[in-house]
């Protein structure tokens, strides 16, 4: 099999196939950060590896194939990428920032999937689809006062949204944050486990690079 490093990325016309999550993991390397990431946004643009080793999880376990599935605060297209290559139902991309929207609906053009994306701008809070499954990596609210609860929109309108949610957050807040889900009615049923690497973006950034441990739950509405 010819290796996909090897291969044009930006020649694909079609969906490529991908057998192994490593073939995925390599697609998804062709996906940019953010050029301009804006800190109110709190935008942290999530590792190829991580991204492939969760959708992964998430196909293995039912939540993609043959499903509409939504990536909340989907930024450049991680993903909704990932999950349109492994999947073939319906993938929507709900982001606020028309910047990262475009490159994400450019890079899908490229990799081949732009017939299975749909991407949206706008706030998540006033996103009012549905579907079998939301990926989502909201933001920390940890950066401005006015945020701090940003993640909490995010939780809340997923399982709106969806009877399945994979939810991104610190990991010194899981037990908030599967409070706060089991306050909606949505029971914590697998956990991954990951150090997400973050680059020195933000002018605040003292270090190059700082690496944050992260859980993903995947919640299951009970109700």
Known sequence: MQRLK??????????????????LEMILQSIPFHKEPKVHLEQYTTSSNIAADLLWNAYS????????????GCGTGIFAVGAALLGEGEVIGVDVDPDAIEIAKHQASKIGVDNIIKFILGDVQ???????TVIQNPPFGAQKAKRKE??????KRAIEIAPVVYSFHIKETEEF????FASLNGQVTCRFYYSLPIPRIYHFHEKEKINIDVVVLRIQRTK
Not at 150 to 155: L, S, V
Not at 177 to 180: I, L
Request: charged share 40%.
């Open 6 to 23: 090897d291969m044009d990325v930006k020649g694909m016309s079609k969906k490529p196939k991908i057998t192994r999550k490593r073939h």
């Open 61 to 72: 376990l039912g939540d993609i194939e043959n499903k509409k599935v939504i990536d909340l």
């Open 177 to 180: 944050v599967e409070k706060f």
């Open 126 to 132: 006033n996103f009012t689809g549905s579907a079998d």
């Open 150 to 155: 940003a993640d909490r929109i995010f939780m």
